[in-house]
């Protein structure tokens, strides 16, 4: 019982502590019902259980101004039906028409991953669709570009060859040399 009526410093409000749950509510002359259909109280509007001076700081905070809440001078209209009484007709006449099922978000998302899915599903099959079935073009392919290659080599040794025998008749001739001009001297 000592404990049930001991003082703790809550916030810097003293309330009793209880000593077990039936007793939780021993400081409070209605039982702690008060609360249960009222709005939630300020830290100010509860007073200490003792009468010791304030400190500065809850002197400070007591007279400090305060703005208004968000309910303050709300009043319900008197015919206003609760929220219990009205039928689902009267909600969708309210709202003006029934909610959508799904988010047009939901719906963008959803139509963007199905596209990027196709794409992909597409571009799979498409591999798997030109996939060869054998590799012996490959080996053709090798055989053509060799060709290809020896065909080059000749064609360029050939150019090479008449450019060296050019060359020599120039040297050779005994004919005035006149200066070569350069690709741009035009």
């Known amino acids: 019982m000592a404990l049930a009526r001991a003082s703790v410093a809550l916030r810097g409000v003293r309330r009793p502590v209880a000593a077990s749950a039936s007793q939780s509510c021993v400081g409070w002359s209605d039982g702690g019902r008060r609360h249960y259909n009222k709005p939630f109280k300020s830290y100010w509007e509860?007073?200490?259980?003792?009468?010791?001076?304030?400190?500065?700081w809850e002197e400070v905070e007591m007279n400090r101004?305060?703005?208004p809440s968000v309910n303050e001078g709300?009043?319900?209209?008197?015919?206003?039906?609760?929220?219990?009484?009205?039928t689902r007709e009267q909600f969708h006449q309210f709202m003006r028409g029934?909610?959508?099922a799904f988010s047009p978000r939901l719906k963008g998302n959803l139509t963007a991953i199905g596209l990027?899915?196709?794409?992909?599903?597409?571009?799979?099959?498409?591999f798997y669709q030109m996939r060869p079935d054998d590799f012996e073009w490959?080996?053709?392919e090798r055989k053509?570009?060799?060709?290809?290659?020896?065909?080059l080599d000749r064609i360029l040794a050939e150019q090479a060859k008449q450019q060296a025998e050019a060359k020599a008749e120039l040297e050779s001739s005994d004919?005035?040399?006149?200066?070569?001009?350069a690709a741009g001297d035009d």
């Open 46 to 56: 509860y007073k200490p259980m003792d009468n010791r001076p304030l400190e500065t």
């Open 65 to 67: 101004p305060r703005n």
């Open 74 to 86: 709300y009043a319900r209209p008197t015919k206003a039906p609760t929220q219990f009484e009205l």
């Open 98 to 100: 029934t909610p959508k």
């Open 116 to 126: 990027v899915m196709f794409m992909a599903f597409e571009m799979a099959f498409t």
């Open 138 to 140: 490959v080996e053709d």
């Open 144 to 151: 053509r570009l060799e060709a290809a290659r020896k065909k």
């Open 175 to 181: 004919a005035p040399r006149l200066p070569l001009r």
